[in-house]
């Protein structure tokens, strides 16, 4: 999975390398990422169909149907923010599937079997297409989504479900695929324009990565590789959180680093379940927050819970990124400690603050017992072996860190995240859907 940190006027020159006159271009905006790489397609003569994703879209198992079904296409082009990077994984994967169905023997209307495929339900993994389209991503925004070989989609039939497709397989929950990209455009005079809030968000993101990383890897035989490897992405994340204002270049290394750790990490035959990604998926599901910031106010807490592990291998592993960034402690206790005091300073100083907004009236304990239900009986959560805290008490804690009670302080008003209060969304579909009045909760 090649990237290249080069101007997006290459994107036609790369189609023409590999042989794809037929591309399937996949956006959510009219960015101006978007408009370079129309223009360099054009020039290289590959042809494109374009699939304009709503500003408000969701990545659900009927859509990335919908639009397989009808690309006739080489190739599947994703220009766009994480969601979009998503889809386009999604696309790639599925479309050999929907299409041998639509010229075979299966009739029209796939989407059943897709969602079977793409969320692990039974029989699923039995569907392997054989074979993933090209993918070319090209990220507007520093994001993790651009190089790892996950993918979030949403259920329509329970908002509270988002379903990561994993990179090992075949089985339950696993593609049997590799979703990551065949090859990597990111240009950071692009992705610069992100806001130095959008860039911490997205460097938490990759901090939560290398922190689940390598607690899944510990005590595996790759173990040493993972953490070599995850070196460089941790100083960019370092680099970036120091000087935030001038992050544009480490930000963009640092999130690419951290897909690759994710997909490694998901690949893993022996390693434990990505608790931080467990955690965040349960809570994008269930709250109207984005992946990112959601890693944002767990990862703090899940350092915390790490610490108290005394003598496992996961704290050892963990405490060697928290040395690498913060020098020598007195302990793994300690390390993991300074870790999570530092980046949660750093990222408060950043405007992402330490807990979410609960909608008025919300109960905050009742709030983080119900994440903590959903994270214990959601798919991604039975993935892998899941580490000794990962119960309901330690789980409600940890949510309940994350939650703003209103009882903060006045500083955490200015950072608070300017979208409104992210409240129980599926209660709340519920009630809509059966004609209820919707109330605070």
């Given at each position: 999975?090649?990237?290249s940190l080069?101007?997006?006027q290459?994107?036609g020159?790369v189609?023409?390398?590999?042989?794809w006159?037929?591309?399937?271009?996949?956006?959510s905006d009219r960015s101006?990422a978007l408009?370079?790489?129309?223009?360099s397609?054009?020039?290289a003569?590959?042809?494109t169909e374009?699939?304009l994703a709503?500003?408000s879209f969701a990545a659900t198992?009927e859509?990335?149907?919908a639009?397989a079904?009808?690309?006739?296409?080489?190739?599947?082009?994703g220009?766009?923010?994480?969601?979009?990077?998503?889809?386009?994984k999604a696309v790639?994967a599925?479309?050999?599937?929907?299409k041998?169905?639509?010229h075979?023997s299966?009739?029209?209307?796939?989407?059943?079997?897709?969602a079977?495929f793409?969320?692990?339900?039974e029989?699923g993994h039995s569907?392997?297409?054989?074979a993933s389209?090209?993918?070319?991503?090209?990220p507007?925004?520093?994001?993790?989504a651009?190089?790892?070989?996950?993918?979030?989609?949403?259920?329509?039939d329970?908002?509270a479900?988002?379903?990561p497709?994993?990179v090992?397989?075949?089985?339950?929950?696993g593609?049997?695929?590799?979703?990551?990209?065949?090859e990597?455009l990111a240009d950071?005079s692009?992705?610069?324009?992100q806001?130095?809030?959008g860039?911490?968000?997205a460097v938490a993101?990759?901090m939560?990565?290398?922190?689940?990383a390598a607690?899944?890897?510990a005590?595996t035989?790759k173990?040493k590789q993972?953490m070599?490897d995850m070196?460089?992405g941790?100083?960019?994340s370092?680099?970036a959180?120091?000087h935030?204002?001038a992050?544009?270049?480490d930000?963009?290394d640092?999130?690419l680093?951290?897909?690759v750790c994710a997909?490694d990490a998901d690949?893993n035959a022996r390693?434990?379940?990505c608790?931080?990604h467990a955690?965040?998926?349960?809570?994008?599901?269930?709250r109207?927050v984005s992946?990112p910031?959601?890693c944002?106010?767990?990862?703090?807490?899940?350092?915390r819970?790490?610490?108290?592990?005394e003598?496992?291998?996961?704290q050892?592993?963990i405490?060697?990124l928290?040395?690498?960034?913060?020098?020598?402690?007195k302990?793994p206790h300690?390390a993991?400690?300074?870790l999570?005091?530092?980046?949660?300073?750093?990222?408060?100083?950043a405007?992402?603050?330490?807990q979410?907004?609960?909608?008025p009236?919300?109960?905050?304990?009742s709030?983080?017992?119900?994440?903590?239900?959903?994270?214990?009986t959601s798919?991604v959560?039975?993935?892998?072996?899941?580490?000794?805290?990962?119960?309901?008490?330690?789980?409600?804690?940890i949510?309940?860190?994350?939650l703003?009670?209103g009882?903060g302080?006045?500083?955490?008003a200015?950072h608070a995240?300017?979208r409104?209060p992210c409240?129980?969304?599926?209660?709340?579909?519920?009630?809509q859907k059966s004609g209820?009045?919707?109330t605070p909760?």
């Amino acid at each position: 999975m090649p990237w290249s940190l080069t101007s997006l006027q290459r994107a036609g020159a790369v189609c023409v390398r590999h042989g794809w006159r037929r591309c399937l271009l996949l956006y959510s905006d009219r960015s101006p990422a978007l408009e370079l790489v129309q223009r360099s397609l054009q020039d290289a003569g590959v042809s494109t169909e374009s699939h304009l994703a709503s500003p408000s879209f969701a990545a659900t198992p009927e859509l990335v149907d919908a639009v397989a079904a009808g690309a006739e296409a080489e190739l599947v082009l994703g220009v766009g923010n994480g969601a979009l990077l998503d889809l386009a994984k999604a696309v790639a994967a599925m479309t050999p599937l929907v299409k041998e169905s639509r010229h075979g023997s299966t009739a029209p209307g796939f989407s059943a079997l897709t969602a079977r495929f793409l969320l692990g339900e039974e029989g699923g993994h039995s569907l392997l297409p054989g074979a993933s389209l090209p993918l070319l991503l090209v990220p507007s925004h520093a994001t993790v989504a651009t190089s790892s070989g996950r993918c979030l989609l949403r259920r329509n039939d329970a908002v509270a479900s988002l379903v990561p497709m994993a990179v090992a397989g075949p089985g339950p929950f696993g593609v049997g695929v590799g979703l990551q990209a065949t090859e990597i455009l990111a240009d950071v005079s692009v992705t610069s324009q992100q806001s130095v809030r959008g860039r911490a968000a997205a460097v938490a993101h990759a901090m939560s990565v290398f922190v689940d990383a390598a607690a899944a890897a510990a005590g595996t035989i790759k173990q040493k590789q993972l953490m070599d490897d995850m070196m460089v992405g941790v100083g960019s994340s370092f680099s970036a959180l120091r000087h935030p204002d001038a992050s544009a270049y480490d930000a963009l290394d640092a999130t690419l680093a951290a897909g690759v750790c994710a997909s490694d990490a998901d690949a893993n035959a022996r390693g434990e379940l990505c608790a931080i990604h467990a955690l965040a998926a349960t809570m994008v599901g269930c709250r109207d927050v984005s992946f990112p910031m959601a890693c944002r106010v767990l990862l703090p807490p899940v350092l915390r819970v790490w610490a108290e592990e005394e003598d496992s291998e996961a704290q050892k592993c963990i405490a060697g990124l928290s040395e690498a960034m913060l020098g020598p402690a007195k302990s793994p206790h300690h390390a993991l400690l300074a870790l999570a005091d530092w980046l949660d300073g750093a990222l408060s100083a950043a405007s992402l603050p330490s807990q979410l907004p609960l909608a008025p009236l919300e109960c905050p304990d009742s709030a983080a017992a119900l994440l903590a239900l959903e994270t214990l009986t959601s798919p991604v959560a039975q993935q892998r072996p899941q580490p000794g805290w990962f119960e309901p008490k330690c789980l409600r804690t940890i949510f309940r860190s994350s939650l703003d009670d209103g009882r903060g302080k006045k500083s955490d008003a200015v950072h608070a995240d300017p979208r409104p209060p992210c409240g129980n969304i599926r209660k709340e579909l519920a009630q809509q859907k059966s004609g209820t009045p919707v109330t605070p909760s």
